[in-house]
């Protein structure tokens, strides 16, 4: 089995001790979050460098697991830029950021990557999340050539929603990156 190193990809205001993301950064060895500058304020450019910064600066093939606006920093960098180093993406509840009623905050990374993705990926969503549409990721799955996963009653699949340590998550990571997650921590 070829070592792969995980990159998490958190949305606006960064994932909290309590949410997925945290919990599998504390839970295995080869997990890296991408820090950004100013998680307040997910703007477009900067978020995309840091990104790729953190890819060009990670040895080994990379996984990326993104949330809301990390979800969409993976899929404008995939737009913008490319890295052999990538083998697939889990994006999961990616924030429709071009709706007009989306959070002001979120709105400065305008707009949303239309382009397939240059690795196999899988969206997430759920049929009652408050920033995407069942229809809209239905749309960015068809874009992004991604699979598409729908959960029942999940909302924004965070902290919020009762997704703190999300062993079906895990799951799902093991079985679409084909390398398990190592468990030594």
Request: hydrophobic fraction near 40%; include cysteine.
């Amino acid at each position: 089995m070829t070592a792969i190193t995980y990159l998490i990809v958190p949305g606006y205001t960064n994932s909290g001790p309590d949410h997925w993301q945290s919990h599998l950064e504390r839970k295995y060895l080869n997990v890296v979050r991408v820090q950004q500058d100013d998680w307040q304020s997910p703007v477009r450019e900067k978020w995309i460098h840091r990104l790729n910064e953190t890819i060009e600066k990670t040895a080994g093939e990379l996984f990326l697991i993104g949330h809301s606006c990390g979800a969409i920093t993976i899929s404008q960098w995939a737009a913008e830029r490319k890295s052999n180093k990538v083998k697939g993406a889990l994006l999961v509840a990616p924030a429709d950021i071009d709706n007009p009623k989306a959070p002001l905050e979120i709105q400065v990374q305008r707009p949303l990557a239309t382009s397939p993705l240059p690795f196999p990926s899988t969206l997430v969503c759920s049929d009652n999340d408050e920033f995407l549409s069942l229809e809209k990721a239905r749309t960015l799955a068809i874009h992004w050539q991604s699979e598409l996963i729908v959960l029942s009653g999940a909302g924004h699949i965070h902290t919020a929603s009762g997704y703190g340590e999300w062993l079906a998550g895990e799951h799902l990571i093991n079985d679409i990156s084909n390398h398990g997650l190592i468990t030594n921590k």
